[in-house]
C-alpha cells in the first residue's frame, strides 16, 4: 500500500485548494481512506474520510459545509476540494487508509489507519 498526496501550497484566506492522494498497491474496495492534518504545535486531527464499502463519508466540525471529499476509482485517487480556507486550516496535510471498517464511530482516530502518506503542506495566509 503506497499513498502520496499533492496539491497542497500557499493560498490566501477564502481561497481554494484541492488535494489528491493517489494509491497504489490495493483496490478502494473495503476501505477507508481519509485525510488528517497536523498544524505546527498541535496533534494531529482527522478532516474528512470515505468508507469504500458503504459510501459513508465524514467531516470534521472545523471543516463542514468547506470541505468535500471524492474520489476516481478508475485513477485510485482520491481528492480533498477545500475550498473559503481560513488561517487555521494551515497545516500538513496526510492522507492515511485502513482496510476493512473503523472501530471508533463519529470521529476519525489516526491509530486505526494503517498506511499513510508523506504529506503535503497547505499554507493559508491571512
Known amino acids: 500500500v503506497q499513498l502520496v498526496e499533492s496539491g497542497g501550497g500557499l493560498v490566501q484566506a477564502g481561497g481554494s485548494l484541492r488535494l489528491s492522494c493517489a494509491a497504489s498497491g490495493f483496490a478502494f474496495d473495503d476501505y477507508v481512506v481519509g485525510w488528517f492534518r497536523q498544524a505546527p504545535g498541535k496533534g494531529i486531527e482527522g478532516v474528512s474520510y470515505i468508507n469504500f464499502s458503504d459510501d459513508d463519508t465524514y467531516y470534521a466540525d472545523s471543516v463542514k459545509g468547506r470541505f468535500t471529499i471524492s474520489s476516481d476509482n478508475a485513477k485510485n485517487t482520491v481528492y480533498l476540494q477545500m475550498n473559503s480556507l481560513k488561517p487555521e486550516d494551515t497545516a500538513v496535510y496526510y492522507c492515511?487508509?485502513?482496510?476493512?471498517?473503523?472501530?471508533?464511530?463519529?470521529?476519525?482516530?489516526?491509530?486505526?489507519?494503517?498506511?499513510w502518506g508523506q504529506g503535503t503542506q497547505v499554507t493559508v495566509s491571512s
Open positions: 492515511a487508509a485502513q482496510w476493512g471498517g473503523l472501530i471508533t464511530m463519529g470521529t476519525m482516530v489516526a491509530s486505526e489507519f494503517k498506511s
